[in-house]
């Protein structure tokens, strides 16, 4: 998500007057910087919660970042990164951008599908550890696939005797992901409500340290 206004200085000027030109992209960027950090405590503490699980509360905030402005490059951004598994798990950015826009999950290269987690426990990050991975479970001599009902294959683990098979996946062609991580929609929404004010707070703070106040 990026917030970018740079066009918009010359009209900013002639509403303040020259007066506090100079001040102006200097109070402008810290109104972004501002605005860029109150948005990402809103997607961590609220956006966030109401799309995912939480196992770890920590994590939202280790996962979302800011390039902040600067009065001379009057753009911020607001991203996620990358953050491997530490069981051996996938990088968390596919994962997170799926549920932010929605779309169709299909194998990789070279797959004929793709396997839903059915009973594994997953990760405080939401990942599912490499021991726990279909592939590294099938190595197992007491896990099989087996075609059931309506003729979907699954993953299932023998267990102990007069016990029906543990399911860890079903196994599909495709799946259909649904947008439910409001990123972008409560970012933007967060921006256009906060900057205004933001940009009145620090512009006030300009105008009482000046040599003009009270005149």
Excluded: C
């Amino acid at each position: 998500m990026q917030f970018n206004i740079d066009s918009d200085i010359d009209q900013v000027i002639r509403e303040v007057g020259t007066t506090f030109e100079k001040d102006i992209p200097f109070t402008i960027s810290r109104s972004m910087n501002d605005t860029m950090f109150e948005t990402r405590r809103w997607i961590i503490a609220w956006t966030w919660r109401q799309a995912f699980t939480v196992r770890n509360k920590a994590f939202p905030g280790k996962l979302f970042k800011i390039d902040t402005s600067t009065k001379r490059d009057l753009v911020a951004r607001l991203y996620q990164q990358n953050l491997p598994s530490k069981g051996g798990g996938s990088p968390t950015r596919d994962y997170v951008a799926m549920h932010a826009t929605g779309g169709t999950k299909t194998p990789k290269s070279g797959g004929q599908s793709i396997a839903i987690p059915q009973n594994v426990e997953r990760l405080s990050r939401g990942a599912i550890s490499k021991a726990k991975k279909p592939r590294r479970l099938r190595e197992k001599k007491s896990v099989f696939v087996r075609r059931g009902t309506g003729g979907v294959r699954a993953i299932l683990q023998r267990q102990g005797k007069n016990q029906d098979p543990k399911v860890w996946y079903t196994l599909v062609k495709s799946a259909k992901i649904s947008k439910s991580f409001r990123f972008f929609e409560d970012g933007i929404e967060t921006i256009e409500t906060i900057f205004p004010t933001r940009w009145r707070s620090r512009m006030d703070q300009v105008i009482a340290k000046s040599r003009f106040r009270g005149k």
